[in-house]
């Protein structure tokens, strides 16, 4: 695991965008796991515009969401589905039958984990994992006490996850209690782990995750057992981790970030 420290917001989510786009560069038929959340607006921005000056094709990659509210379908203005389109598929060239999320809304919600875990494995499995964070450490949907060898499955989110979303939705009573969501397990067979994470509120949450003990109350903690994770923050959000000085070391001297720190 790597935790990259970066001056500001806007530095953390343009360093993301060139990760995630130089994977796309190299590896033109990557297969991308995305994550939706406010954390992510800003990165799908910067790949919006790259694609638009003809920066990056995304025309052979395919993706898949880590998680859908059970009971939304695909065109309500809430769905992880709309999130994605408005901020990145319906402004790059993604074939939009190769942008998978799971559905919501399917007759049989256990046979479409089976079905989005087989696709997953059928596309390859997934190059590069986009992920954010939840103030419970959650990733993707995995909420406290999720098996941290779980599959894609249906899962209760806690009540603070339903107050935090209320945003997207007339009200809080309208929040799904269940979501469709990539396990822990599903996660950690990525080939690479990129998570972004940002802002003081996120602090302590991002230093449990990364220099606490790996424990199902906080899933993100499973990233630990990753061979390749990289962990993107701001200055707010690192404000609690306690290997800041090795941490900026690996930044400013490891021949990996070289192309990346001159800006
Ligand atoms: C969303 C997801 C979640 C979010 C997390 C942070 O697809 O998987 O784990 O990444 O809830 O959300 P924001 O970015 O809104 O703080």
Same mark, same amino acid.
């Given at each position: 695991?790597?935790?990259?420290?970066?001056?500001?917001?806007?530095?953390?989510?343009?360093?993301?965008?060139?990760?995630?786009?130089?994977?796309?560069?190299?590896?033109?038929?990557?297969?991308?796991?995305?994550?939706?959340?406010?954390?992510?607006? &800003?990165?799908?921005?910067?790949?919006?515009?790259?694609?638009?000056?003809?920066?990056?094709?995304?025309?052979?990659?395919?993706?898949?969401?880590?998680?859908?509210?059970?009971?939304?379908?695909?065109?309500? &203005?809430?769905?992880?589905?709309?999130?994605?389109?408005?901020?990145?598929?319906?402004?790059?060239?993604?074939?939009?039958?190769?942008?998978?999320?799971?559905?919501?809304?399917?007759?049989?919600?256990?046979?479409?984990?089976?079905?989005?875990?087989?696709?997953?494995?059928?596309?390859?499995?997934?190059?590069?994992?986009?992920?954010?964070?939840?103030?419970?450490?959650?990733?993707?949907?995995?909420?406290?006490?999720?098996?941290?060898?779980?599959?894609?499955?249906?899962?209760?989110?806690?009540?603070?996850?339903?107050?935090?979303?209320?945003?997207?939705?007339?009200?809080?009573?309208?929040?799904?209690?269940?979501?469709?969501?990539?396990?822990?397990?599903?996660?950690?067979?990525?080939?690479?782990?990129?998570?972004?994470?940002?802002?003081?509120?996120?602090?302590?949450?991002?230093?449990?995750?990364?220099?606490?003990?790996?424990?199902?109350?906080?899933?993100?903690?499973?990233?630990?057992?990753?061979?390749?994770?990289?962990?993107?923050?701001?200055?707010?959000?690192?404000?609690?981790?306690?290997?800041?000085?090795?941490?900026?070391?690996?930044?400013?001297?490891?021949?990996?970030?070289?192309?990346?720190?001159?800006?």
């Amino acid at each position: 695991m790597e935790v990259l420290i970066q001056p500001d917001e806007t530095a953390a989510d343009e360093l993301v965008a060139r990760l995630m786009m130089d994977t796309v560069r190299r590896h033109p038929r990557a297969v991308l796991g995305l994550a939706t959340g406010r954390t992510m607006e &800003p990165v799908y921005k910067a790949m919006v515009e790259a694609h638009a000056q003809g920066e990056v094709d995304f025309a052979a990659c395919s993706t898949f969401n880590l998680d859908e509210y059970i009971g939304l379908t695909p065109d309500h &203005p809430a769905s992880y589905r709309t999130f994605m389109n408005q901020n990145l598929f319906d402004h790059v060239n993604i074939p939009i039958e190769r942008t998978r999320l799971p559905n919501g809304v399917a007759d049989d919600i256990d046979r479409e984990c089976v079905a989005y875990e087989a696709a997953i494995v059928a596309a390859g499995g997934i190059d590069l994992q986009l992920l954010g964070i939840g103030h419970d450490g959650h990733i993707g949907f995995n909420e406290p006490l999720s098996s941290l060898g779980s599959r894609t499955r249906s899962k209760a989110l806690t009540p603070d996850t339903i107050a935090r979303n209320a945003f997207a939705f007339a009200n809080e009573a309208e929040v799904p209690h269940r979501a469709i969501t990539m396990g822990v397990g599903t996660i950690l067979d990525s080939r690479w782990c990129l998570m972004l994470v940002k802002g003081a509120s996120k602090a302590a949450i991002l230093a449990k995750a990364v220099e606490g003990p790996v424990t199902s109350m906080v899933t993100a903690s499973a990233l630990q057992l990753h061979p390749r994770c990289t962990i993107v923050v701001d200055e707010a959000a690192a404000t609690e981790l306690d290997g800041c000085d090795y941490y900026r070391w690996i930044w400013e001297n490891e021949p990996e970030w070289a192309p990346y720190r001159s800006g």
